[in-house]
């Protein structure tokens, strides 16, 4: 198959400028997805890499051969749209077999190519069905089986998920990943839905306003975010964040004044932060657990989600608003109430001024 390399890829659309400088290798075989807000440019990235955008300067590799320039017939890659781009009057069959007719392949080979395909995605039964009386999901896989029969080098994925309800996007998730095992290819990913990125992929990208955030397996972005952009974007629910101010520096980590709970003694290795310097301390839902002692951080209950296997609670911390934990099993708080939750000190993430992570010293161990 395929590695690709992006080398200082800057992208403008007249004089807004969408892409800075983005720089990134992907192995062989990896499937590598691009996550980020709306806007954040990594469809742009991804229609670069295509052969759909060109960029204002920069180079693309495939295979280690320079395609800048090159057109996307020629690069080996295969895109699926978020649209599917199906053609409503031809049947799973025709639509599936339409690039291999276009590159006037022998009907034999055809046959061959098409029924390997539909077989893989589970179609061999609605061949001789039109789109239209298909689920969307079935569509997706007639989008991909189109792909496969071309036999790229590096799928391309832009959002394939999105027109999907939540039942079928999970569902879709798990035979995509299958998909990627049994053809043993590159690919390459683009969503907004971070619960997709974590998933499916073996290394994230996120980018935020056109630039890359951090480049990393699923579980490294979670437990070691770069920036606390990363830190918000990645998990669900969301990290809390509150304001804390350093007051002291030594061997053991960082000494922080903490909203409600006062002062605490954070173990990370500190970056280049001063004795009075304002920094923001995050925690995840997760991390927080009901106080056994009646002590710690006091919430106001607002709202309940019972979701049998957990309970989200969403209250008013101090100044915070909607500060939210996730309590395990079906937890005994009722609105409305004041309940105090513990965290453990190694669990605090914490960011300085420019929002640049500290590094933690203890994270859980991560397999390989």
Do not use: W
């Amino acid at each position: 198959m395929a590695t690709v390399s992006l080398k200082s890829i800057n992208k403008l659309f007249d004089s807004t400028q969408v892409l800075y400088d983005v720089s990134l290798d992907i192995e062989d075989k990896e499937f590598v997805v691009f996550v980020g807000p709306s806007g954040c440019g990594k469809t742009t990235l991804l229609r670069i890499i295509a052969g759909l955008e060109e960029a204002t300067s920069g180079e693309i590799e495939i295979d280690g051969i320079e395609v800048s320039k090159a057109h996307p017939i020629e690069r080996g890659i295969s895109m699926v749209f978020q649209s599917y781009a199906l053609y409503p009057h031809l049947n799973v069959y025709e639509n599936i077999a339409f690039p291999l007719r276009v590159a006037k392949l022998h009907k034999t080979e055809i046959e061959k190519m098409v029924q390997h395909a539909a077989e893989t995605l589970q179609l061999t039964d609605r061949l001789q069905y039109k789109p239209g009386q298909l689920s969307g999901g079935q569509r997706q896989r007639v989008a991909i089986g189109r792909s496969i029969v071309r036999n790229p080098k590096v799928f391309l994925f832009d959002e394939p998920l999105s027109n999907l309800d939540a039942a079928l996007r999970g569902e879709m998730r798990v035979e995509l990943s299958k998909l990627h095992k049994n053809l043993d290819t590159t690919m390459i990913y683009v969503t907004h839905d971070q619960v997709e990125a974590m998933t499916m992929a073996d290394r994230i990208m996120v980018l935020s306003e056109g630039k890359l955030e951090q480049f990393g397996t699923p579980m490294d972005l979670y437990h070691r975010p770069k920036t606390k952009f990363v830190a918000g974007f990645i998990g669900h629910p969301k990290m809390n964040f509150l304001s804390a101010s350093c007051l002291s520096i030594d061997s053991d980590g960082v000494k922080v004044e903490l909203p409600a709970i006062g002062k605490q003694l954070l173990p990370v290795e500190p970056l280049k932060v001063n004795q009075g310097e304002e920094l923001e301390v995050g925690v995840r839902p997760e991390d927080l657990m009901l106080s056994e002692t009646g002590k710690g951080l006091p919430l106001k209950v607002d709202v309940l989600e019972r979701l049998g296997g957990s309970t989200l609670v969403y209250g008013s911390l101090d100044k915070y608003p909607n500060f939210c934990a996730m309590l395990q099993g079906d937890a005994n708080v009722r609105e409305g109430e004041l309940v105090n939750l513990d965290v453990k000190p190694a669990s605090f993430h914490v960011f300085d001024s420019n929002g640049n992570a500290m590094k933690r010293r203890e994270v859980p161990q991560m397999q390989k």
